[in-house]
């Protein structure tokens, strides 16, 4: 057995030795393939160093060349040549750039509807319908009685195509819960009460009422939100600001010596010493006006 294959390896071995033999044109051709990467590339800089050739099959090799762009760590040049049988001139076949093991690549392409995230749609943008939405289930169906169907669809307003599902409900409580206008924001745990013991707080209707509300109070900062009713804000309609002392108080009285003559004050009813009497002081009349 081992004698039948033995022959068999060495005849291979020789085909692929003749083969490279007769691919010296192709391997010799490396500075032909460098000019072909640098006329693709958009400066000839871009071409580095010769990384060594890849026999792609007979007559066809391929040259590779690093890439020294930015951002292109990890990528070559990969540039094949080919001959006709018993040529001796290589010819360009093509010019690729081409990432390796250490290549950086660009994320996995997804579809734009998949790609979009909370508030990406802007006016004007129309998102696609989704027909098997989990979020959604089918709304009212008429049964076919005129009087069944007209008060289901005129008075309870019934007529959607499709509505909340119990998943897209649960979906859309927790994401507010858990929001901006939740119990867990700085605003709400400074809070003094919470917004289900305001009188501006608007209850939703059915099971979302008993977590959530609409706002109503223009000078809350939440002012037509849907809040949670262990939120909190400033502007509580039961909530007061508690009054404490002035910030400024009142500054000592500044006395100028030099303009007022200090006196002692004399009790309603006190004897008043001789020496403490106020002396009349004298005047002159004036030369212009005539004595009495």
């Known amino acids: 057995m081992v004698t039948t294959i033995a022959p068999a390896i060495r005849t291979f071995t020789r085909r692929i030795a003749a083969r490279s033999s007769r691919d010296a044109v192709l391997n010799g051709a490396a500075e032909l393939a460098r000019a072909a990467a640098q006329e693709v590339a958009e400066r000839p800089e871009d071409v580095g160093e010769h990384l060594g050739t890849f026999f792609e099959d007979e007559r066809v090799v391929s040259h590779r060349f690093n890439a020294t762009m930015r951002g292109y760590r990890g990528w070559h040049w990969t540039v094949t040549v080919t001959r006709v049988p018993?040529?001796?001139?290589?010819?360009?076949?093509?010019?690729?750039?081409?990432?390796?093991?250490?290549?950086i690549l660009a994320p996995a392409w997804l579809p734009w509807s998949e790609r979009l995230r909370p508030g990406d749609v802007g006016p004007g943008d129309v998102l696609p319908f989704r027909a098997d939405d989990p979020r959604l289930e089918p709304g009212y169906t008429p049964t076919g009685d005129a009087e069944v169907d007209e008060v289901a669809i005129d008075e309870l307003a019934l007529a959607r195509t499709r509505v909340l599902s119990p998943e897209g409900r649960a979906e859309a409580a927790e994401r507010w819960y858990r929001g901006t206008r939740g119990p867990t924001t700085a605003g709400a745990v400074a809070a003094a009460a919470e917004c289900m013991s305001c009188a501006f707080l608007i209850p939703l209707s059915g099971s979302m009422g008993q977590l959530f509300g609409v706002c109503a109070n223009e000078w809350s900062p939440d002012d037509g939100k849907v809040v949670s009713l262990d939120h909190g804000c400033?502007?509580?309609?039961?909530?007061?600001?508690?009054?404490?002392?002035?910030?400024?108080?009142?500054?000592?009285?500044?006395?100028?010596?030099?303009?007022?003559?200090?006196?002692?004050?004399?009790?309603?009813?006190?004897?008043?010493?001789p020496s403490s009497r106020v002396e009349p002081v004298e005047t002159t009349p004036a030369e212009d006006e005539p004595s009495a």
């Open 234 to 273: 400033g502007a509580h309609s039961e909530t007061d600001v508690e009054e404490h002392p002035t910030d400024w108080p009142a500054p000592a009285p500044l006395i100028d010596e030099h303009e007022i003559e200090p006196v002692s004050r004399v009790e309603p009813g006190s004897r008043v010493e």
């Open 86 to 103: 018993r040529g001796r001139a290589a010819t360009i076949s093509e010019v690729e750039l081409l990432p390796g093991d250490e290549a």
